[in-house]
Protein backbone atom coordinates (compact mmCIF):
# COMPACT_ATOMS: atom_id res chain seq x y z
CA UNK A 1 0.00 0.00 0.00
CA UNK A 2 1.12 3.50 -0.04
CA UNK A 3 2.05 3.73 3.74
CA UNK A 4 4.82 1.18 2.94
CA UNK A 5 5.91 3.32 0.23
CA UNK A 6 6.17 6.11 2.56
CA UNK A 7 9.77 7.94 3.24
CA UNK A 8 11.33 5.86 0.41
CA UNK A 9 12.38 7.13 -3.04
CA UNK A 10 9.31 5.57 -4.57
CA UNK A 11 7.35 7.17 -2.16
CA UNK A 12 8.08 10.90 -2.40
CA UNK A 13 8.55 10.55 -6.32
CA UNK A 14 4.80 10.75 -6.62
CA UNK A 15 4.18 14.12 -4.71
CA UNK A 16 7.30 15.53 -5.20
CA UNK A 17 8.15 17.75 -8.29
CA UNK A 18 10.83 15.80 -10.72
CA UNK A 19 13.28 17.56 -11.84
CA UNK A 20 13.89 15.63 -15.24
CA UNK A 21 11.09 13.71 -16.89
CA UNK A 22 10.33 10.07 -16.55
CA UNK A 23 11.39 7.85 -19.52
CA UNK A 24 9.23 4.88 -20.22
CA UNK A 25 9.82 2.32 -22.55
CA UNK A 26 8.68 2.13 -26.28
CA UNK A 27 7.36 -0.35 -28.26
CA UNK A 28 10.88 -1.22 -29.95
CA UNK A 29 12.85 -1.01 -26.24
CA UNK A 30 9.86 -4.15 -25.32
CA UNK A 31 10.79 -5.57 -28.31
CA UNK A 32 14.17 -5.40 -27.61
CA UNK A 33 13.65 -6.47 -24.09
CA UNK A 34 12.11 -9.83 -25.36
CA UNK A 35 14.95 -10.41 -27.97
CA UNK A 36 17.51 -10.42 -25.20
CA UNK A 37 16.47 -12.11 -22.33
CA UNK A 38 14.16 -14.82 -24.52
CA UNK A 39 14.65 -18.40 -23.07
CA UNK A 40 16.42 -20.67 -25.96
CA UNK A 41 14.67 -23.63 -26.65
CA UNK A 42 16.90 -26.99 -27.59
CA UNK A 43 16.28 -30.06 -27.59
CA UNK A 44 18.56 -33.26 -26.48
CA UNK A 45 18.69 -36.91 -26.59
CA UNK A 46 18.48 -39.66 -23.78
CA UNK A 47 22.58 -39.20 -22.80
CA UNK A 48 23.32 -37.60 -19.83
CA UNK A 49 26.27 -35.38 -21.63
CA UNK A 50 22.63 -33.28 -22.32
CA UNK A 51 22.59 -29.64 -21.45
CA UNK A 52 19.70 -27.86 -20.60
CA UNK A 53 16.23 -29.50 -20.51
CA UNK A 54 13.75 -28.53 -23.17
CA UNK A 55 10.89 -26.15 -23.19
CA UNK A 56 9.95 -26.28 -26.88
CA UNK A 57 6.16 -26.39 -27.94
CA UNK A 58 6.23 -30.10 -28.76
CA UNK A 59 7.82 -31.09 -25.31
CA UNK A 60 6.12 -32.74 -22.42
CA UNK A 61 6.90 -30.53 -19.94
CA UNK A 62 5.99 -33.29 -17.08
CA UNK A 63 8.87 -31.52 -14.51
CA UNK A 64 9.19 -27.22 -13.90
CA UNK A 65 11.61 -25.84 -16.02
CA UNK A 66 14.52 -24.58 -13.55
CA UNK A 67 14.21 -28.14 -11.52
CA UNK A 68 14.78 -29.46 -15.28
CA UNK A 69 17.55 -27.57 -16.14
CA UNK A 70 19.13 -27.71 -12.76
CA UNK A 71 19.23 -32.07 -12.72
CA UNK A 72 20.62 -32.30 -16.96
CA UNK A 73 23.23 -29.51 -15.03
CA UNK A 74 24.18 -32.20 -12.10
CA UNK A 75 24.06 -34.90 -14.19
CA UNK A 76 26.99 -33.70 -16.60
CA UNK A 77 29.02 -34.95 -13.83
CA UNK A 78 27.91 -38.65 -14.81
CA UNK A 79 28.95 -38.04 -18.91
CA UNK A 80 30.57 -41.36 -18.98
CA UNK A 81 27.04 -42.82 -18.40
CA UNK A 82 23.85 -43.20 -20.26
CA UNK A 83 20.72 -43.09 -18.92
CA UNK A 84 20.27 -46.12 -18.58
CA UNK A 85 23.50 -47.44 -17.14
CA UNK A 86 23.13 -44.88 -14.02
CA UNK A 87 19.69 -46.09 -13.14
CA UNK A 88 21.30 -49.70 -13.17
CA UNK A 89 24.24 -48.79 -11.27
CA UNK A 90 22.06 -47.51 -8.67
CA UNK A 91 19.83 -49.99 -8.56
CA UNK A 92 23.22 -52.51 -8.19
CA UNK A 93 24.92 -50.11 -5.40
CA UNK A 94 27.64 -49.19 -7.63
CA UNK A 95 29.33 -52.66 -8.01
CA UNK A 96 32.37 -50.89 -10.04
CA UNK A 97 32.65 -48.26 -7.49
CA UNK A 98 32.43 -45.48 -10.04
CA UNK A 99 30.08 -43.31 -7.90
CA UNK A 100 32.60 -41.49 -5.76
CA UNK A 101 33.52 -38.13 -4.96
CA UNK A 102 31.94 -35.09 -5.73
CA UNK A 103 28.95 -37.81 -7.92
CA UNK A 104 28.10 -38.91 -4.27
CA UNK A 105 26.87 -35.60 -3.15
CA UNK A 106 25.03 -35.09 -6.68
CA UNK A 107 23.34 -38.41 -5.99
CA UNK A 108 20.64 -37.35 -3.99
CA UNK A 109 19.43 -34.60 -5.72
CA UNK A 110 18.42 -36.23 -8.70
CA UNK A 111 16.40 -38.43 -7.25
CA UNK A 112 12.41 -37.26 -8.48
CA UNK A 113 9.97 -36.10 -5.80
CA UNK A 114 6.39 -38.74 -5.45
CA UNK A 115 5.14 -35.98 -7.52
CA UNK A 116 7.25 -35.91 -9.85
CA UNK A 117 7.64 -39.75 -10.23
CA UNK A 118 3.52 -40.25 -10.65
CA UNK A 119 3.57 -37.78 -13.34
CA UNK A 120 6.32 -39.64 -14.90
CA UNK A 121 3.84 -42.85 -14.35
CA UNK A 122 1.28 -41.15 -16.13
CA UNK A 123 3.06 -40.42 -19.27
CA UNK A 124 1.95 -42.52 -22.22
CA UNK A 125 3.61 -40.27 -25.13
CA UNK A 126 7.17 -40.61 -27.11
CA UNK A 127 10.25 -40.46 -25.12
CA UNK A 128 11.59 -37.73 -27.83
CA UNK A 129 9.11 -35.25 -26.25
CA UNK A 130 10.98 -35.79 -22.96
CA UNK A 131 14.01 -33.76 -21.84
CA UNK A 132 16.69 -34.80 -20.25
CA UNK A 133 15.26 -34.86 -16.56
CA UNK A 134 12.32 -36.57 -17.09
CA UNK A 135 14.19 -38.83 -19.11
CA UNK A 136 16.59 -39.89 -16.28
CA UNK A 137 13.18 -40.56 -14.45
CA UNK A 138 12.34 -42.74 -16.77
CA UNK A 139 15.19 -44.90 -16.24
CA UNK A 140 14.78 -44.92 -12.48
CA UNK A 141 10.50 -46.15 -12.82
CA UNK A 142 12.04 -49.96 -12.55
CA UNK A 143 14.47 -49.16 -9.35
CA UNK A 144 12.70 -50.82 -6.28
CA UNK A 145 13.85 -48.56 -3.30
CA UNK A 146 15.33 -46.13 -5.03
CA UNK A 147 16.03 -43.56 -1.92
CA UNK A 148 17.50 -46.26 0.33
CA UNK A 149 19.28 -47.36 -3.16
CA UNK A 150 21.21 -43.85 -3.35
CA UNK A 151 21.49 -43.70 0.66
CA UNK A 152 23.55 -47.07 0.80
CA UNK A 153 25.60 -45.87 -2.84
CA UNK A 154 26.97 -43.06 -0.34
CA UNK A 155 27.05 -44.58 2.64
CA UNK A 156 29.63 -47.51 1.19
CA UNK A 157 31.77 -44.71 -0.11
CA UNK A 158 32.41 -42.78 2.88
CA UNK A 159 31.74 -45.17 5.47
CA UNK A 160 35.44 -45.68 5.50
CA UNK A 161 36.84 -42.09 5.62
CA UNK A 162 34.28 -41.38 8.03
CA UNK A 163 35.24 -44.28 10.67
CA UNK A 164 38.35 -43.20 10.30
CA UNK A 165 37.99 -39.57 11.03
CA UNK A 166 35.89 -40.52 14.53
CA UNK A 167 39.01 -43.07 15.56
CA UNK A 168 41.25 -40.56 15.10
CA UNK A 169 39.14 -38.26 17.22
CA UNK A 170 38.62 -40.79 19.92
CA UNK A 171 42.12 -41.45 20.03
CA UNK A 172 43.09 -37.89 20.46
CA UNK A 173 40.73 -37.33 23.32
CA UNK A 174 41.74 -40.55 25.01
CA UNK A 175 45.51 -39.50 24.68
CA UNK A 176 44.69 -35.87 26.09
CA UNK A 177 42.43 -37.48 28.72
CA UNK A 178 45.36 -40.00 29.67
CA UNK A 179 48.02 -36.74 30.15
CA UNK A 180 45.21 -35.09 32.17
CA UNK A 181 45.21 -37.61 34.89
CA UNK A 182 48.44 -38.40 34.86
CA UNK A 183 49.63 -35.00 34.91
CA UNK A 184 51.42 -34.00 38.44
CA UNK A 185 51.74 -30.17 37.59
CA UNK A 186 48.02 -29.84 37.72
CA UNK A 187 47.10 -32.46 40.77
CA UNK A 188 49.11 -30.12 42.90
CA UNK A 189 47.31 -26.92 41.11
CA UNK A 190 43.80 -28.36 41.63
CA UNK A 191 44.96 -29.51 45.53
CA UNK A 192 45.98 -26.10 45.98
CA UNK A 193 42.53 -24.89 44.86
CA UNK A 194 41.34 -27.02 47.03
CA UNK A 195 42.68 -25.98 50.24
CA UNK A 196 41.90 -22.19 49.24
CA UNK A 197 38.58 -23.38 48.73
CA UNK A 198 37.85 -24.85 51.88
CA UNK A 199 40.03 -22.15 54.19
CA UNK A 200 37.58 -19.48 52.64
CA UNK A 201 34.51 -21.38 53.07
CA UNK A 202 35.35 -22.76 56.87
CA UNK A 203 32.74 -22.37 58.81
CA UNK A 204 30.16 -22.80 56.54
CA UNK A 205 28.10 -25.50 54.64
CA UNK A 206 30.54 -25.69 51.53
CA UNK A 207 33.95 -25.68 53.93
CA UNK A 208 35.55 -29.10 54.66
CA UNK A 209 35.25 -30.20 51.25
CA UNK A 210 37.35 -33.74 49.95
CA UNK A 211 36.82 -32.33 46.01
CA UNK A 212 34.67 -29.71 43.44
CA UNK A 213 33.68 -30.01 40.12
CA UNK A 214 35.88 -28.14 36.87
CA UNK A 215 32.10 -25.84 36.50
CA UNK A 216 33.54 -24.32 39.80
CA UNK A 217 37.39 -23.41 38.51
CA UNK A 218 35.27 -20.15 36.56
CA UNK A 219 34.62 -18.72 40.23
CA UNK A 220 38.65 -18.46 40.86
CA UNK A 221 38.52 -15.43 38.44
CA UNK A 222 35.00 -13.94 39.67
CA UNK A 223 35.91 -13.75 43.56
CA UNK A 224 37.70 -10.74 44.05
CA UNK A 225 39.51 -9.56 47.37
CA UNK A 226 37.64 -6.73 49.38
CA UNK A 227 39.39 -3.54 47.46
CA UNK A 228 38.39 -5.19 44.23
CA UNK A 229 42.31 -5.91 42.78
CA UNK A 230 43.34 -9.19 43.10
CA UNK A 231 41.16 -12.21 42.26
CA UNK A 232 41.58 -15.66 43.73
CA UNK A 233 43.66 -16.73 41.00
CA UNK A 234 45.91 -14.04 41.41
CA UNK A 235 46.42 -15.39 44.52
CA UNK A 236 47.14 -18.97 43.64
CA UNK A 237 49.60 -18.12 41.45
CA UNK A 238 51.53 -15.40 43.11
CA UNK A 239 51.37 -18.22 46.19
CA UNK A 240 53.21 -20.41 43.55
CA UNK A 241 55.82 -17.73 42.85
CA UNK A 242 56.37 -17.39 46.52
CA UNK A 243 57.25 -20.76 47.17
CA UNK A 244 59.73 -20.99 44.17
CA UNK A 245 56.94 -23.18 42.23
CA UNK A 246 56.63 -21.78 39.10
CA UNK A 247 57.22 -24.15 36.78
CA UNK A 248 54.41 -25.70 38.10
CA UNK A 249 52.08 -23.04 36.45
CA UNK A 250 53.61 -24.00 32.81
CA UNK A 251 51.17 -26.81 32.05
CA UNK A 252 51.52 -26.81 27.73
CA UNK A 253 54.75 -29.79 28.50
CA UNK A 254 52.16 -32.11 30.36
CA UNK A 255 49.68 -31.56 27.21
CA UNK A 256 51.26 -31.44 23.91
CA UNK A 257 47.56 -32.58 22.18
CA UNK A 258 45.73 -30.19 24.12
CA UNK A 259 45.33 -27.32 21.40
CA UNK A 260 44.12 -30.18 18.74
CA UNK A 261 41.86 -31.99 21.41
CA UNK A 262 40.37 -28.52 21.97
CA UNK A 263 38.49 -28.65 18.58
CA UNK A 264 37.02 -31.50 19.21
CA UNK A 265 33.55 -32.17 20.80
CA UNK A 266 32.61 -35.55 22.43
CA UNK A 267 28.47 -34.84 21.41
CA UNK A 268 29.64 -34.70 17.83
CA UNK A 269 31.56 -37.23 18.16
CA UNK A 270 29.07 -39.43 19.32
CA UNK A 271 26.33 -38.05 17.23
CA UNK A 272 28.98 -39.43 14.17
CA UNK A 273 29.08 -42.76 15.37
CA UNK A 274 25.48 -43.10 15.61
CA UNK A 275 25.12 -41.93 11.70
CA UNK A 276 27.46 -44.61 10.89
CA UNK A 277 25.95 -46.77 13.14
CA UNK A 278 22.55 -45.97 11.22
CA UNK A 279 24.39 -46.31 8.10
CA UNK A 280 25.60 -49.58 8.77
CA UNK A 281 22.27 -51.00 9.58
CA UNK A 282 20.69 -49.22 6.41
CA UNK A 283 23.07 -51.46 4.57
CA UNK A 284 22.19 -54.24 5.83
CA UNK A 285 18.63 -53.87 5.71
CA UNK A 286 18.97 -53.42 1.90
CA UNK A 287 20.76 -56.61 1.89
CA UNK A 288 18.49 -58.60 2.87
CA UNK A 289 15.40 -57.16 0.83
CA UNK A 290 17.88 -57.49 -2.67
CA UNK A 291 18.41 -60.70 -1.62
CA UNK A 292 14.60 -61.44 -1.27
CA UNK A 293 14.09 -59.81 -4.48
CA UNK A 294 16.75 -61.89 -6.01
CA UNK A 295 15.23 -65.39 -4.88
CA UNK A 296 13.89 -67.68 -7.50
CA UNK A 297 9.80 -68.54 -6.45
CA UNK A 298 8.95 -72.05 -6.35
CA UNK A 299 7.27 -73.58 -9.45
CA UNK A 300 4.11 -74.27 -9.10
CA UNK A 301 2.75 -77.89 -9.08
CA UNK A 302 6.25 -79.40 -7.85
CA UNK A 303 6.19 -81.03 -4.45
CA UNK A 304 7.31 -78.74 -1.26
CA UNK A 305 9.37 -81.50 0.28
CA UNK A 306 11.84 -83.72 -2.03
CA UNK A 307 14.77 -85.82 -0.96
CA UNK A 308 18.18 -85.77 -2.20
CA UNK A 309 17.43 -87.81 -5.49
CA UNK A 310 14.67 -86.23 -6.69
CA UNK A 311 15.83 -82.94 -6.26
CA UNK A 312 19.02 -83.21 -8.34
CA UNK A 313 17.45 -85.50 -10.93
CA UNK A 314 14.07 -84.16 -12.51
CA UNK A 315 13.21 -87.16 -13.43
CA UNK A 316 13.10 -88.71 -10.16
CA UNK A 317 10.69 -86.27 -8.81
CA UNK A 318 8.50 -87.04 -11.91
CA UNK A 319 8.18 -90.91 -11.21
CA UNK A 320 8.07 -90.27 -8.01
CA UNK A 321 5.40 -88.20 -8.20
CA UNK A 322 3.55 -91.07 -10.26
CA UNK A 323 4.11 -93.79 -7.43
CA UNK A 324 2.21 -91.40 -5.41
CA UNK A 325 -0.40 -90.85 -7.22
CA UNK A 326 -0.76 -94.75 -8.19
CA UNK A 327 -0.35 -95.81 -4.52
CA UNK A 328 -3.23 -93.26 -3.68
CA UNK A 329 -5.64 -94.70 -5.86
CA UNK A 330 -5.05 -98.23 -4.44
CA UNK A 331 -5.77 -97.36 -1.20
CA UNK A 332 -8.88 -95.53 -2.32
CA UNK A 333 -9.99 -98.64 -4.37
CA UNK A 334 -9.25 -100.66 -1.21
CA UNK A 335 -11.23 -98.72 1.19
CA UNK A 336 -14.06 -97.20 -0.89
CA UNK A 337 -15.18 -93.61 0.67
CA UNK A 338 -18.12 -93.42 2.56
CA UNK A 339 -18.89 -90.35 1.04
CA UNK A 340 -20.02 -92.65 -2.19
CA UNK A 341 -23.53 -94.53 -1.40
CA UNK A 342 -23.35 -96.87 -4.38
CA UNK A 343 -19.85 -97.68 -3.15
CA UNK A 344 -20.78 -98.76 0.22
CA UNK A 345 -23.39 -100.51 -0.95
CA UNK A 346 -21.42 -102.95 -3.54
CA UNK A 347 -19.00 -103.80 -0.75
CA UNK A 348 -21.94 -104.94 1.72
CA UNK A 349 -23.38 -107.36 -0.73
CA UNK A 350 -19.67 -108.80 -2.09
CA UNK A 351 -19.06 -108.91 1.57
CA UNK A 352 -22.47 -111.03 2.59
CA UNK A 353 -22.01 -113.24 -0.36
CA UNK A 354 -19.00 -114.38 0.83
CA UNK A 355 -19.83 -115.15 4.34
CA UNK A 356 -22.77 -117.20 3.35
CA UNK A 357 -20.11 -119.45 1.18
CA UNK A 358 -18.28 -119.83 3.89
CA UNK A 359 -20.68 -120.89 6.26
CA UNK A 360 -23.02 -124.74 5.76
CA UNK A 361 -26.60 -124.38 6.50
CA UNK A 362 -28.73 -126.86 7.90
CA UNK A 363 -30.32 -129.32 5.32
CA UNK A 364 -27.39 -128.85 2.68
CA UNK A 365 -27.09 -132.33 2.31
CA UNK A 366 -30.53 -132.92 0.98
CA UNK A 367 -31.12 -133.10 -3.22
CA UNK A 368 -33.60 -131.70 -5.07
CA UNK A 369 -35.30 -131.95 -8.35
CA UNK A 370 -34.55 -129.98 -10.88
CA UNK A 371 -35.60 -126.58 -10.99
CA UNK A 372 -36.61 -126.68 -7.11
CA UNK A 373 -34.52 -126.07 -4.05
Known sequence: GQGKLEGTIFGRSATKK????LIYPEEADIKKLEELFRKNDNRHTGK?????????????????ITRANNIAIQLKAFNDFTLRALAETINDLDPDSKIVGERVQFIPQLL?????????KKYKGESDRLNTAELFF?????????????????????????AEEARAAFKTLEEVCGQVMNSAKLEQILLMVLNIGNLMNEGSLDGGVEAFKFESLPKLSQ???????????????????????????????????????CR??????????????????LCKTELSSMKKDQ????????????????????????????????????DNSAKPSPADPRQALFAAIKNKGADASTTTAPGSNIKYSRGMK
Open 18 to 21: RKLP
Open 112 to 120: PTPKELQAI
Open 264 to 281: LSINDLCGDVNTLRKNYQ
Open 223 to 261: TKSADGKTTVLDYIVETFIEKGARETLFLDSDFPDIQES
Open 138 to 162: QQLLPVKRVEDKVAVVKAMCTFNEH
Open 295 to 330: APKPAKGIPKKMNEGEAADPRKALFAAIQRRGANDD
Open 48 to 64: VKSGEANAGSGMAKLLD
